[in-house]
């Protein structure tokens, strides 16, 4: 498979989709720089957590321009939704294990929002990108347990949410 810098996949939907997911990764990354040194302010790990987060997140969209691997968008699916499980964690139950801030629960904002709704439109289009490569059959197994998956997790938020 040829990249998208050399023309190969830039003009089809997949290549259309890949664009949209690494510029997501950018604008997450740009939300999390933006309040990094607030997160500072309150604990290093914090600050130092946002920076990890923003700094991947800038280094995946060339990687997924540039090798568009099963791995690679694997990888960007699993990282960006643990990043949104950690977000709905932290405004659900409270902050896990570490910091100061140990089992507070956060507010939720607009910015914060923005990053989270960033990164599971990261995660859809990656799967996206990978099923247009699956056969009808396995697809359809695939986007079962996906909303099954789904349902699960709805569900147990809002059983956290009803807890609180």
Do not use: K
């Amino acid at each position: 498979m040829r990249s998208i810098a050399a023309g190969g996949i830039g003009a089809t939907g997949r290549g259309r989709t890949l664009y949209a997911a690494a510029a997501l990764s950018l604008l997450a990354a740009l939300i999390h720089l933006w309040v990094t040194p607030e997160h500072f302010g309150e604990w290093w790990g914090y600050g130092a957590f946002f920076l990890v987060a923003a700094a991947a997140q800038v280094l995946y969209a060339p990687l997924v321009l540039a090798r568009p691997t099963r791995i690679v968008l694997l990888l960007g699916i699993a990282g960006n939704l643990a990043i949104v499980g950690l977000y709905l964690l932290t405004r659900t139950v409270g902050i896990p294990l570490f910091g100061p801030g140990v089992g507070e629960v956060e507010g939720v904002g607009f910015v914060d929002l923005c990053a989270t709704t960033s990164e599971v439109g990261i995660a859809a289009a990656l799967g996206a990108a990978l099923l247009r490569e699956t056969t009808p059959e396995r697809r359809r197994m695939i986007l079962l347990f996906l909303a099954l998956g789904l349902v699960s997790v709805g569900h147990v938020v809002h059983l956290a949410l009803r807890a609180s």
